[in-house]
C-alpha cells in the first residue's frame, strides 16, 4: 500500500523556520515525483516544490524561492521541506504528493491533479 505521512507543522512566529518531513512507504522514489503542496483557507491548492527523479531535478513556487528547500533521503525513503523566513501568508495545511503515471510533469508540475497519493496534510500557522 502506497502510504505518505507528513509531520514537523506547528505554530511558528513570523521569520522563524520549520521543517516538514514526509515518510513515504510502499514504493521508492526513484521513479516518481514527490513533494510539497499547500492550502490556506479559501484558497486552492498550490505546488511549493517537487523533486522530480524522472527529470534530475527540483521545482519551486516562486513565492517561496530562496525561502524553502526540498532535500530528500533515499535511505530513509523522506522527503524534507526546510522553511526559512516564515511568513503569515506561507499559513497553510502542507500536503506531501506522489505522481507515478503521466510522468515527467515538466512544466505542469504544480498542478495537483495528476499527483496519485495524498498525505493526510499538516498545518502550518505563521503568527506572532
Known amino acids: 500500500e502506497v502510504q505518505l505521512v507528513e509531520s514537523g507543522g506547528g505554530l511558528v512566529q513570523p521569520g522563524g523556520s520549520l521543517r516538514l518531513s514526509c515518510a513515504a512507504s510502499?514504493?521508492?522514489?526513484?521513479?516518481?515525483?514527490i513533494g510539497w503542496f499547500r492550502q490556506a483557507p479559501g484558497k486552492e491548492r498550490e505546488g511549493v516544490s517537487v523533486i522530480s527523479y524522472t527529470e534530475g531535478r527540483t521545482y519551486y513556487a516562486d513565492s517561496v524561492k530562496g525561502q524553502f528547500t526540498i532535500s530528500s533521503d533515499n535511505a530513509k525513503n523522506t522527503v524534507y521541506l526546510q522553511m526559512n523566513s516564515l511568513k503569515p501568508e506561507d499559513t497553510a495545511v502542507y500536503y506531501c504528493?506522489?505522481?507515478?503515471?503521466?510522468?515527467?510533469?515538466?512544466?505542469?508540475?504544480?498542478?495537483?491533479?495528476?499527483?496519485?497519493?495524498w498525505g493526510q496534510g499538516t498545518q502550518v500557522t505563521v503568527s506572532s
Open positions: 504528493a506522489a505522481g507515478f503515471e503521466g510522468l515527467p510533469f515538466g512544466s505542469s508540475w504544480y498542478v495537483p491533479g495528476p499527483y496519485d497519493c
Open positions: 510502499g514504493f521508492t522514489f526513484e521513479d516518481y515525483a
